[in-house]
């Protein structure tokens, strides 16, 4: 199994702060590489598809970044409504996925 | 616009089988060659992908739970269903339905308690 191991496990920043979120995988995933992001109470919501494909109607703040093993998740400059849990999560053995524990970002 | 609702017990007593139906609203199920999925979150916890199915009705299931998951989909009925046996405390979860990956369901929770 491919495990993702995301870091850090809380990130604390302001509004209009950059973010940085990193997601490493066990072996090579190649591109095949999601990040969602959930709110409490609500379903996750598909950001990045493919390492660095916007999914339909998310802001441009939101890249995607990497290949292999090492990717990046960047919010350029944090909204108040970006504070939530984001998930990584791999389906290079599709149709079986894997998701990492999560990155909490907190607002400081 | 497409929706997806889960439905089904809220309440299942442990090494009993839970079952809930995911009804798709706005399109069909079949229309498209789409795989659908169920996915579920422990309470505080991360996200556990259970199984997918193709709108034909191939199934795919985690490894870890493959020996206790049936998939299955009912096209007359626009529906999809999660079935998982001999359940324990462990399986208490928020249960999400979804349009792999872009489309998910509200999810309903899961409590496997006496």
């Known amino acids: 199994e491919i495990v993702l191991t995301q870091s850090p496990a809380t990130l604390s920043l302001s509004p209009g702060e950059r973010a940085t979120l990193s997601c490493r995988a066990s072996?090579?995933?190649?591109?095949?590489l999601a990040w969602y992001q959930q709110k409490p109470g609500q379903a996750p919501r598909l950001l990045i598809y493919d390492a660095s494909n916007r999914a339909t109607g998310i802001p441009a703040r939101f890249s995607g970044s990497g290949s292999g093993t090492d990717f990046t998740l960047t919010i350029s400059s944090l909204e108040p409504e970006d504070f939530a849990v984001y998930y990584c999560?791999?389906?290079?053995?599709?149709?079986?996925?894997?998701f990492g524990q999560g990155t909490r970002l907190e607002i400081k | 616009q497409l929706q997806l609702q889960e439905s089904g017990p809220g309440l299942v007593k442990p090494s009993e089988t839970l079952s809930l139906t995911c009804t798709v609203s706005?399109?069909?199920?079949?229309?498209?060659?789409?795989?659908w999925g169920w996915i579920r979150q422990p309470p505080g916890k991360g996200l556990e992908w259970i199984g997918s199915?193709?709108?034909?009705?191939?199934?795919y299931y985690n490894p870890s739970l493959k020996s206790r998951v049936t998939i299955s989909v009912d096209t007359s009925k626009n529906q999809f269903s999660l079935k998982l046996s001999s359940v324990t405390a462990a399986d208490t979860a928020v249960y999400y339905c979804?349009?792999?990956?872009?489309?998910w369901g509200q999810g309903t929770l899961v409590t496997v308690s006496s």
């Open positions: 979804a349009r792999l990956w872009s489309l």
């Open positions: 199915i193709y709108y034909s009705g191939s199934t």
């Open positions: 999560q791999q389906r290079s053995n599709w149709p079986g996925v894997t």
């Open positions: 706005g399109g069909s199920i079949s229309s498209s060659s789409y795989y």
């Open positions: 072996q090579s995933v190649s591109s095949y």
